[in-house]
């Protein structure tokens, strides 16, 4: 079992910068790939970035290539979503995923979820 808790969202201005934190618990958790996703009301959820167990190895979508960085600390067992540049359309609950391979972007592939974290952008 793997229980993922995420944080760190809230309401921004376009432009701005705004980090989000996956906590990551159990023994499956250990350097397990973990992604991030995004999904808006009636929208199925996007894949955001992927980092694998030992963090060399990371994916991100398109839409947020060169914006958002994905990081992961082992120790704390904890993995990071820095996005930069926020814009509009990244207005979103933003959830932490594991239990699928790496850079998975199918949704359905992954067993865990965190419960999300809501990310605002305004104008």
């Known amino acids: 079992q793997v229980q993922l808790v995420e944080s760190g969202g809230g309401l921004v201005q376009a432009g701005d910068s705004l980090r989000l934190s996956c906590a990551a618990s159990?023994?499956?958790?250990?350097?397990?790939?973990l992604s991030w996703f995004r999904q808006v009301p009636g929208k199925e959820r996007e894949f955001v970035a992927s980092i694998s167990g030992g963090g060399g190895t990371k994916y991100y979508g398109n839409s947020v290539e060169g914006r958002f960085t994905v990081s992961r600390d082992n120790a704390k067992n904890t993995v990071e979503l820095q996005m930069s540049s926020l814009e509009i359309e990244d207005t979103a609950v933003y959830y932490c995923?594991?239990?699928?391979?790496?850079?998975?972007?199918?949704?359905?592939?992954?067993?865990?979820w965190g419960q999300g974290t809501q990310v605002t952008v305004s104008s």
């Open positions: 995923a594991a239990g699928a391979i790496l850079a998975d972007m199918k949704p359905k592939n992954y067993f865990f």
């Open positions: 159990g023994r499956a958790s250990t350097n397990a790939a």
